[in-house]
């Protein structure tokens, strides 16, 4: 004859004060880490699109060459796989994670003692219900003791999520959360988008261009803040030159442009398949 072990469990259902108070608190959370992935996804952005801006248009300051084709490819996609690791890091890998009722509990507990562990009570008790060894040291403590343990422990359970209900009233989930860490990244950025928005208001141009070049990969060259021409080219910007003959370029530059001519010039010339040299 085989014996067969049962399972009794004192446990109640979780009050729907209980429940709510959680979900409400597992749902702010998500939110907060939603808030704060997309305030470190501007500032990312906003820093990619400065140093880009900067690589590619300082040195046409200086007299050199915009950053070429293959190059700008490569800055966006770094920047767009940086974009996916932010959202990741910040966003996606805690969004998703599993927020046990337990420890949302504990969370509670700890900003509000008052509950004096009978909310991590409530909440543990119907999470981990009693098992067939927890239920054969509740029957030999019955014998032993000649008493009603099943009906004992109920009332403690009872009086455990009275006493838990009882304390919600004054559950204030703000003071749950640090407030000053994500108010200090909207505040970066905040100010970053504000430097884009006054760059865009203060050198449209040289925003547009900036953003079509990094953005949309366009080549439309920076405008030079000084005018200069080649001697000795026709109106197509063509010489003929006999093969083999050392050619010398002269440049002249306009002194009168509100902008001194540059000390340095570079040329950029192709053969007649359209490929650089």
Request: glycine share 4%.
């Amino acid at each position: 004859m085989s014996a067969i072990t049962t399972t009794e469990s004192t446990s109640t259902p979780t009050p729907e004060s209980v429940v709510q108070l959680l979900d409400n608190l597992r749902r702010r959370i998500r939110w907060y880490v939603v808030l704060e992935g997309i305030a470190m996804l501007i500032v990312w952005l906003v820093l990619a699109f400065w140093v880009g801006l900067a690589a590619d248009y300082l040195p046409v300051l200086m007299g050199a060459s915009e950053m070429p084709l293959e190059a700008r490819r490569a800055f966006l996609v770094i920047t767009l796989l940086g974009a996916f690791g932010v959202v990741y890091y910040y966003v996606l890998r805690r969004v998703f994670s599993p927020l046990r009722d337990s420890s949302l509990a504990l969370l509670v507990e700890r900003q509000f003692p008052e509950f004096h562990d009978s909310l991590v009570t409530t909440v543990e008790i119907n999470e981990k219900p009693r098992t067939a060894m927890d239920q054969a040291d509740h029957d030999a403590i019955a014998r032993a003791t000649n008493s009603d343990a099943t009906h004992l422990g109920q009332e403690m359970l009872v009086h455990t999520v009275q006493r838990a209900q009882a304390s919600l009233s004054d559950v204030n989930l703000s003071r749950v959360f640090r407030y000053r860490p994500i108010v200090s990244k909207f505040l970066l950025a905040m100010l970053a988008v504000a430097s884009v928005v006054t760059f865009a208001v203060v050198a449209r141009g040289t925003f547009g261009i900036g953003a079509s070049r990094l953005v949309m990969l366009s080549d439309a060259p920076w405008p030079r803040r000084a005018q200069i021409e080649m001697v000795g080219f026709d109106e197509r910007g063509q010489k003929k030159i006999a093969k083999g003959t050392d050619l010398v370029v002269r440049v002249r530059a306009d002194a009168k442009r509100a902008y001194p001519p540059p000390e340095l010039c570079s040329i950029i010339y192709q053969t007649d398949d359209g490929q650089p040299l």
